[in-house]
């Protein structure tokens, strides 16, 4: 039922969490309990359009910007960030996948 789609969801949100803060200069906006399996993030250095755009071509669909709430990251003062969902349907090989592609895009902008 829903208890088992919320504990898959939260697999891959903490796969993808735990995954992300090994690239350097990973940051993670938003890390509350029970929140939905969603991931905000930025990379120093790397605007978040620039990212969002790499990964686009390489097939990962991310959304990059404000995601209509430009006084909150004006209060982080972020230009942005890179927003990856997570659902009943994707997998944790798909977690990896999208993972990989972040590093690969990083590597490529740094």
């Given at each position: 039922g829903l208890?088992?789609?919320?504990q898959h969801e939260e697999r891959l949100l903490q796969q993808a969490t735990k995954k992300l803060q090994e690239i350097e200069g990973m940051r993670i906006i938003g890390q509350a309990p029970d929140k939905a399996a969603v991931v905000s993030f930025l990379v120093n250095g790397i605007h978040p359009y620039d990212l969002g755009m790499l990964l686009d071509q390489m097939g990962i669909a991310v959304r990059t910007?404000?995601?209509?709430?430009?006084?909150?990251?004006?209060?982080?003062?972020?230009?942005?960030?890179?927003?990856?969902s997570f659902a009943l349907y994707n997998t944790l090989e798909e977690v990896d996948i999208f993972v990989d592609a972040v590093k690969k895009a990083v590597g490529m902008l740094r």
């Amino acid at each position: 039922g829903l208890d088992n789609i919320f504990q898959h969801e939260e697999r891959l949100l903490q796969q993808a969490t735990k995954k992300l803060q090994e690239i350097e200069g990973m940051r993670i906006i938003g890390q509350a309990p029970d929140k939905a399996a969603v991931v905000s993030f930025l990379v120093n250095g790397i605007h978040p359009y620039d990212l969002g755009m790499l990964l686009d071509q390489m097939g990962i669909a991310v959304r990059t910007g404000h995601h209509c709430a430009e006084p909150l990251m004006d209060f982080y003062g972020i230009p942005g960030t890179v927003r990856a969902s997570f659902a009943l349907y994707n997998t944790l090989e798909e977690v990896d996948i999208f993972v990989d592609a972040v590093k690969k895009a990083v590597g490529m902008l740094r």
